[in-house]
């Protein structure tokens, strides 16, 4: 946890985290538990790129998606009383987190590799797992991304745990932070 609690301007909850840990739809639950709007980055790329995100992998490759990421970070922080569920990769650079903290309580969803592997097998729309071998491949991402998530003001395992059961989970830290910054 983050100790300058005084000088943080919370105006939105953030979550970041790999792939499969359930951002989307827990932060869908928290926003109308919260009546916060809702917004999710990869979303949010799509309309500016007029793409879905493997088109984009394809056509314009990796870089240029994570330019887009950037791009969409900026507007983030003009946001206010909004949940954001961020892309896998977003949440993994420290830039990024520090950008989130101007703005958000950053809450990160975490979930062990083999949960990760189970929620992520049969979707086929995240190009990093299209390989012959993807356990591999989130196992390599995990590995690089872990310390860099681990920066989050809060750390929620989703493993054995319901979306509604991880989406209080967040809320109850969101609100305890709140009562604790001067906003
Ligand atoms: C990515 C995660 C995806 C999406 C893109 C890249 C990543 O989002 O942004 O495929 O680098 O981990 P989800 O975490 O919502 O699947």
Same mark, same amino acid.
């Given at each position: 946890m983050d =100790? =300058?609690?005084d000088i943080r301007q919370i105006y939105n909850l953030t979550l970041i985290g790999f792939? $499969? /840990? $359930?951002? /989307? /739809?827990v932060g869908r639950i928290i926003a109308s538990r919260l009546r916060y709007g809702f917004i999710d980055t990869d979303h949010l790329i799509e309309l500016r790129a007029g793409k879905a995100i493997p088109k984009i992998f394809e056509e314009d490759g990796e870089l240029k998606f994570r330019e887009y990421?950037?791009?969409?970070l900026k507007e983030l922080a003009n946001f206010r009383k909004m949940v954001i569920a961020t892309g896998g990769g977003l949440g993994a650079n420290q830039e990024n987190i520090d950008s989130l903290k101007t703005h958000s309580l950053v809450v990160c969803l975490c979930a062990s590799v083999q949960t990760i592997y189970s929620r992520v097998k049969s979707q086929t729309y995240r190009p990093l797992l299209c390989t012959a071998d993807p356990m591999a491949k989130i196992k390599e991402l995990l590995a690089i991304r872990e310390p860099i998530y681990r920066q989050a003001d809060v750390l929620i395992s989703t493993d054995m745990r319901s979306v509604r059961e991880v989406a209080q989970q967040v809320i109850f830290h969101f609100?305890?932070?709140r009562s604790k910054v001067k906003n």
């Open positions: =100790n =300058n609690h792939m $499969g /840990t $359930g951002k /989307t /739809t990421e950037k791009e969409v609100r305890l932070f």
